[in-house]
């Protein structure tokens, strides 16, 4: 690829395999995340990359705009960013905290878009440009007790799928994709904020039995889209079979999350 890579939430999970995966193929690399320790851990992973960490909180949008520079400044050029640092949020609509609504949607959401944004002139310098973002399998339904995260993941998709439209009309050297993995065994659960009725170590577990994917099989998935100019990369099977439900049967998916839930997560 030789390119320069951007990835957001490096220090853990996916992030952390997508290093990986574009250090191997030759990717110089600005790696962020507001966690150091876990993200000096990726960077040590990494012996013979191009590597430079950057301690970065996503939620922070004139620090977004900050880091675009500077990574600029240090690289001379940015190919590729990955909006990929995410927290995930368990409560219901009426048990939900306004502060922990908006920590999602300052992360989840905010964090993608200031970071699109802010590292757009950057990738239409470069003549050869990808924005991917990563919503989720919750940008595609909706799901009890995952209202902030769906909404922060939706938005996510819309936002992707209306950039990517626009910089093909306007002639730009961008591409951009956008991510929705399935359940994929990373540190996502266990950092997880929950309602205060949430039973935490029981969703845990539930998160860590349902988990089919593990972090770097989605880095390939990922790197693998990303080379296809894919606009919308599932990861997963779940990811799959969830896409498919959708589209079979639209809105009408509806009452089997029901089901699933009930038994699963109202008992
Ligand atoms: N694991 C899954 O099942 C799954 C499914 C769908 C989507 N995703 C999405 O994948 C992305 C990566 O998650 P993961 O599963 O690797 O989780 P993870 O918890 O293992 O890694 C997330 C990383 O983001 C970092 N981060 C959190 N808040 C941040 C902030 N404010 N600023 C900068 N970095 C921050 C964390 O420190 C961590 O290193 C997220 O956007 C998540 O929503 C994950």
Known sequence: ????????????GIGRALAKALAARGCRLALSDVNGIGLAETVAGLKEADVRSYHLDVSD?????AHAEAVAADFGQINLVINNAGVALSASIREMTDEDFKWVMDI???????GSRAFLPHLIASGDGHVVNVSSVFGLIGVPKQSAYNAAKFAVRGFTEALRQEMKLEEQPVAVSCVHPGGIRTNIANAARMGRSENAAAQRKGFDKMAMTTPEKAAAIIVKGILKDESRILVGPDAWGI????????AAYQPLVERFSRKNLYR
Do not use: C, Q
């Open 1 to 12: 690829m030789n390119k320069v890579a951007v990835v957001t939430g490096a220090g853990s």
């Open 108 to 114: 989840d959401f905010w964090g993608v878009a200031h």
């Open 61 to 65: 949008r004139d620090a977004i705009y």
């Open 243 to 250: 896409e498919a439900i959708n589209r079979l049967l639209g």
